[in-house]
């Protein structure tokens, strides 16, 4: 209230900037050392307990120093046992838990202990946290909870940080043997060991549109320490949240057996987006970009199985690292994803094994193996928007028997399921009827370098342009690919190690004329020269492809008739097949086709 005139209820503005009530604990010097332990403090029993109709609105509480013993090292601004009071519009601020050489110091903000308080639209800001003795912990330096259950709705954790070396967690909140569920709230920029924004042990917990935004974690002692959310040995749904800029072995780190079940969330700019340890989450229409050392790391020291269905990572991971990285004997599978960045996609550093099936998986040449797998760009909208395109080949492409159970929209909350019922891959449902003709009423398709039309590959004067689109085309039933006259590079880019990928049923003829509508007659691969050209950076060799052509599981029925295979230079790759490469048992059949000017350690052209 206005601290002038008469006001009355209509008067009132809880906003600290406009009428500021400040509840503090400075009751001694200027030095801190002598102020309150508790600004608020609520110790009742479990026959005699305070609840909800105890209501606390509009105050800054601030000040609290609870460097006492026993409780006094906990709690500095609310300290709550057996107590349930509902709190609105309140300001916990600069509120410091100092832990002694035999108390632990939890709670800055509040301490919670059987007790399920009410909040809403208040803010946890610059509390601090010590624990000096290395044996001694402080941790929940905004809330800490304790065999509670808080509902926490609009609220805002900022700033919230400990001693830098001290053993500390949850600059946000600290949960043990807790349930808290809390909704629409924001973690900004909060620093302590692990868990930074939040750390969850041994507790049911449910988090939703809530975002984790440079949640920093201190490198001691290191190890999966979870920035945004680290969490042991419990079970939880995090859903519509965005984790932005995080630090640590993932934004999210889950650890000890826990079972979480992630939907519906964006990972962008952290240094990981999940870090598994000993875990078997369900992560499911998800979207990893540009996190440095990639989206989903299964790390050392423990067995993780974590189930990734219908998410799209676009990633640009460091050294060896992919957007998918597993370490040890973890089993990752991944169904219906789209995995399309500038870095590798999958690294596996030990005999553990990566199922990927329904799923587009970039790689230098070949498909991932895999039931339904592809290699082809998935056709986003742009760099940064990573919807679907009308002609996408990740449209009806997935499995519907692996979107779980209870899933019905995509990330942007649209139907799961659209068009011919088929789920899409990746994290956005592709949402209108497909106008593009992708498909030609018979079984060829048509490539031409010179061809002007609306390059789908459905006649010569709709050719494709690129002989890679037409062997990425996803139509049912093509047998033969018609290439016209001209010169066709692996890449329109300089990355080596693309190459054209032959397929089993599928005849590759060259030798067409660039003009008029030839047929199988007209053709004539002495006159109209067609190339394939490893020729796709400056003059000269040394940038030029690994392989022109990168044959992988393929057979007799995959045929190359009628070409010029010129300038590979495997120098960079495996040393074999500058021309073509056949590897793991390929045995295609090539006629009429003339190898020049290609270079390789074993077999310059083939």
Known sequence: FPNSGNPGFGDRNPDPATNSTVLSGDIGTVAANDNSYHVIFNNFSSGSPLISTAVIDGFTITGGYANGTAQHTSGAGM???????????????????????IDFAWGGGMYNSNSSPALTDCTFSGNYGRAPASILR???????????????????FINNSAENKDYSYGGGLYN???????SGCSFL?????????????????????????????????GGVNGSAINTSGSTGTVSNCSFLNNTSVGAIGILDGSVFEITDCSFIGNNYGIACQGAAPIVSNCLFIGNIYGGIINWVGGV????????????????????????????????????????????????????????????????????????VDPLFV??????????????????NAAVPMGVT????????????????????????????LTCPTGNTLYVSAE???????????????????????????????????????????????????????????????????????????????????????????????????????????????????????????????????NDNNSSPTIRNCTFMSNFSSYGGAV
């Open 79 to 101: 300290y709550n046992v057996y107590a349930s009071p509902t709190v609105s519009n309140c300001t916990f601020s600069n509120n410091t838990i100092i832990s002694n050489n």
């Open 138 to 156: 402080a941790g929940g330096i905004g809330m800490y909870n304790i065999a509670s259950s808080p509902t926490i709705s609009n609220c805002t």
């Open 176 to 182: 043990i043997n807790a349930s808290p569920v809390i």
């Open 189 to 221: 920029d909060n620093r302590t060991t692990f868990g930074s924004g939040i750390y969850n042990s041994n507790s049911p917990l449910s988090i939703n549109d809530c975002t984790f935004t440079n949640n920093q974690i201190f490198t001691y002692p």
């Open 304 to 375: 993780s199985s974590p189930l990734i269905t219908n998410c799209t990572f676009s990633e640009n991971p460091g050294s060896v690292l992919g957007s998918i990285s597993n370490y040890g004997l973890s089993t990752p599978t991944l169904i219906n994803c789209i995995i399309w960045g500038d870095g590798k996609s999958v690294y596996n550093q030990s005999t553990g094994v990566i199922s990927i099936s329904y799923s587009i998986v970039k790689q230098a040449s070949g498909v991932f193996p895999g039931m339904g797998n592809l290699n």
């Open 382 to 399: 742009s760099v940064t928007d990573f919807r679907l395109q009308a002609c996408s080949p990740a449209i009806n492409t997935g499995s």
């Open 409 to 436: 929209t995509d990330l942007d909350g649209n139907p799961r399921f659209f068009n011919s019922g088929v789920v899409d891959m990746g994290a956005y449902e592709f949402q209108a009827a497909i106008p593009c």
């Open 451 to 581: 061809a002007t039309g609306a390059n789908n590959g459905t006649s010569w004067a709709n050719a494709y342009t690129d002989l890679q689109n037409a062997l990425n085309s996803t139509c049912p039933d093509i047998t033969q690919i018609w290439v016209a006259t001209g010169t066709y590079k692996p890449t329109s880019d300089t990355n080596r190690f693309f190459a054209f990928n032959m397929k089993n049923g599928v005849e590759i003829l060259g030798g067409f004329p660039n003009s008029g509508d030839p047929g199988l007659g007209d053709r004539d691969w002495a006159t109209h020269i067609t190339s394939l050209s490893g020729e796709i950076g400056a003059p000269g060799m040394a940038d030029n492809s690994v392989s022109v052509i990168y044959n992988i599981n393929i057979d007799n029925t995959a045929v190359l008739d009628g070409f010029h295979v010129l300038y590979g230079n495997n120098t960079a790759g495996n040393l074999r097949g500058g021309g073509i490469n």
